[in-house]
């Protein structure tokens, strides 16, 4: 009996009244589960993502939240057998089930690392610098990211089951949105068990993340302005998505990841001797072979230099060549089949297309010699490269959503962008070339058709991540018929899930709800020096007011000794004076922030246990010899960490000359203990 694949709604699991739809092996065509979304009350599923699992994540502070992706990141990484075992019923090799089961965990490590590096540990982020808008300082904007009280469907395409949901989670779960996935029916069992295992952990929010094994029936309906869809799949459901009524007039956002005719260019730079020709076809035989070319990143269009099309045909035949295709789960295989038969025939069906402007250089498309797995009920492929006759418009038109390559020529640079542009915006584009000028002239023609680049060449190839593989880092997405989405980019896709707004109101106002102190706004100038307060104690707006100093030209002289900057506008009367700016010897900005310390700090052992640098230090007015400065110090932003027993302070320094005019300005990050006994 197969089993029937549940989805996970309200706190429970959930199993359709009826038998389902058969999910078969890829290989064998076996059974390996069913699944059905009969039943299932998509609008209570809303309602509890909404009402339980929202609240309880925007109840933790951003750190928080990374906590768990982290937490959950290890659990899943230490039980992947049977997402493994699961991903070869998909016709996936060990290699490709690394691609997507490691690949996919790899993502919550990588956003708990960002966001705890790189988001405070709060529920709102600030975004750039409060902006005056009056003269008189009394009124001030300031731009802020908060949650939404909605919910993120994921809708997922077939090819990558775990990274395809992991991807997407992590993010909105930082950005504090609960989520409920729709994987693509015909690899949901590897989906299913994911979820399960993610469940079972205990380690999320109930209500956080919710299954729909099944067709999404009219869960689009239950969706309004605050939710939204994060889509990957085929062009032609994109389509469907975006006239859906919730989308078309409902404020309910889409993004999309559709497919996308991605390009790798040879340099014409490049000769027969060179090392990157090799890069080039062993690039080419990757992405056309790791998950049988079932990769949104693929490489479907290979652009050569018309003088060296022969080489690269000949090259990349001599590896397909040695590429053997089967069951995944037999050693020796290198390229499984394809999802599923109906897929192989949707491939068939576009290298037919793809003939009326390309003749077939290697492979066919219908049969597999020595195939390594039942050839009629496994749904097998042979790798198959195109070349394209001069003018030909198929290749740029026409996606083969598997182990297939068209090589086309170009004359030129300005022809390579053109051809690369006539995919009408993709994914990924990657360049082979050893050449600078060729790399910027390249780089510069394809970035508005695409969302990332690759330049390969044999200085970075060692380290390369290759063409088409996404990363937590960088943004994945690409313009036009890429879809237009964005997702990834490291904290940038945290940003998106969440609301931007302007928010004008005085300095004061501004610190009480941003909970950051706003210049302008009140200071406390508090009987006992913050530096002797703990993280418990120490409160955003308790300030440091210095007594002034005089800075003297032996001061300055003594710094020059010290350090060795010894620069004319620091020591040379003459030169000195014809300086535009200076006109005159003026003390060394670092001089100045150095006596600032010495104005500021409280020596004594306390609970502030370290300083660990300035940010947006600039200098504003010279010092002169005899000048005195003053430094006011306030504690601008307290940022305890979760798993340490202290945390950061941003204090804004201010440093003022005899006629309280700014002459430096800096934020001090320092790291203060949270509880201290003196
Ligand atoms: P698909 O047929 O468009 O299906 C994608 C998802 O949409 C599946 O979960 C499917 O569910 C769901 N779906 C279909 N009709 C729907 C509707 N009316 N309302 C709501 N959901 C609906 O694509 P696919 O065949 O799975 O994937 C292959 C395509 O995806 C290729 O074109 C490839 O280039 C593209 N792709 C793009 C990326 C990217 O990041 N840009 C990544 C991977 C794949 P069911 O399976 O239950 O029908």
């Known amino acids: 009996m197969s089993t029937l694949l549940e989805s996970y709604t309200a706190g429970r ?17 076996e059974v390996v589960a069913t699944i059905s979304s009969t039943g299932l009350d998509l609008g209570a599923m809303v309602a509890y993502a909404r009402e339980v699992g929202g609240p309880a994540l925007r109840s933790l502070t951003f750190h928080e939240r990374a906590g768990i992706l982290k937490a959950l990141a290890k659990h899943l990484g230490a039980g992947k057998d049977e997402l493994y075992r699961l991903s070869a019923c998909a016709g996936a090799t060990e290699r490709d089930a690394m691609v997507d089961v490691d690949g996919g965990i790899g993502t919550p490590f990588s956003y708990a690392s960002k966001g705890t590096r790189e988001l405070p540990n709060d529920t709102i982020v600030l975004d750039g610098r409060p902006e005056p808008l009056g003269k008189g300082g009394t009124f001030v904007g300031q731009h802020v990211f908060t949650s939404r009280p909605g919910v993120a469907v994921q809708i997922n395409a077939f090819n990558f089951p775990a990274w395809g949901m992991l991807e997407k989670l992590a993010p909105a779960f930082l950005a504090g949105l609960p989520t409920i996935v729709k994987p693509a029916s015909p690899t949901a ?27 999404a029936g009219t869960l689009l309906d239950e969706l309004g302005p605050q939710d939204s869809v994060a889509f990957t799949g085929s062009a032609h459901t994109a389509n469907v998505l975006r006239a859906h009524p919730s989308v078309a007039t409902g404020g309910v956002r889409l993004g999309v990841e559709a497919d996308s005719l991605n390009c790798s260019i040879l340099g014409p ?49 001599a590896r397909l060549a040695r590429v053997t295709v089967g069951d995944p789960r037999d050693a020796g295989v290198r390229m499984g089949p394809l999802a599923s038969l109906a897929q192989r025939d949707e491939v068939r069906k576009a290298v037919e297309a793809l003939r009326s402007s390309a003749e077939i250089v290697y492979g066919d498309p219908d049969r597999v010699e020595g195939v390594d797995g039942d050839a009629e009920r496994g749904a097998f492929m042979a790798p198959v490269l195109l070349r394209a006759r001069d003018g030909a418009t198929e290749p740029h038109d026409v996606e083969p ?62 380290e390369s991540t290759g063409h088409g593989s996404p990363l937590p880092v960088l943004v994945h997405g690409g313009p036009g018929r890429a879809g237009g989405g964005e997702e990834l980019g490291g904290i940038r896709s945290v940003l998106h899930h969440m609301q931007r707004t302007a928010v004008q109101a005085s300095p004061d106002m501004l610190t009480a709800i941003t909970g950051r102190w706003t210049p302008g706004s009140d200071r406390r100038e508090a009987s006992v020096h913050p530096f002797r307060k703990s993280l418990a104690d120490l409160r955003v707006g308790d300030t440091i007011a210095s007594e002034p100093r005089t800075v003297t030209r032996e001061d300055i002289d003594a710094f020059a000794a010290l350090t060795g900057d010894t620069f004319y506008a620091h020591t040379d009367e003459e030169a000195a004076a014809a ?28 609970p502030v246990l370290a300083n660990f640098g300035v940010d947006n230090l600039r200098f504003l007015t010279p010092v002169k010899a005899d000048d005195a400065i003053a430094v006011t110090l306030t504690v601008k932003e307290i940022t305890p960490r979760t798993t340490a027993d202290y945390g950061e302070v941003r204090w804004d320094a201010q440093v003022t000359n005899r006629h309280s005019e700014p002459v430096a300005t800096y934020d001090v990050l320092t790291l203060v203990a949270k509880t201290w006994d003196a």
């Open 401 to 462: 959503f598997g182990p297939v390559s068209t090589v086309l020529t170009y004359d030129g640079l300005d022809d390579a962008i053109a051809l690369a542009a006539r995919g009408r915006g993709s994914l990924v584009g990657s360049l082979v070339t050893h050449d600078p000028a060729v790399a910027r002239t390249l780089t510069l023609g394809l970035t508005p058709w695409h969302g990332r680049i690759l330049v390969l060449d044999r200085d970075d190839a060692a």
């Open 579 to 606: 300086n535009p700016l200076f006109g005159g010897i003026v003390a060394h900005g670092y001089l100045l922030v150095s006596l600032a310390a010495g104005l500021f700090v409280d020596p004594d052992p306390g």
């Open 269 to 317: 730079d490049v000769t027969a001797d060179d090392p990157e020709l090799d890069l080039f076809v062993k690039g080419v035989v990757t992405e056309m072979t790791v998950k049988a070319g079932q990769k949104c990143t693929a490489i479907r269009r290979v652009l050569v230099p018309a003088g060296m099309a022969d080489t690269v045909v000949d090259a990349i035949a």
């Open 13 to 29: 699991w959930y199993a359709a009244p009826d038998e389902g739809r058969p999910l078969l092996d890829a290989s064998t065509g």
């Open 189 to 215: 069992y590897v989906a299913e068990a994911l979820v399960r295992r993610v469940i079972e952990s205990g380690l999320l929010p109930d209500g956080t993340l919710q299954l729909v094994a099944g067709s």
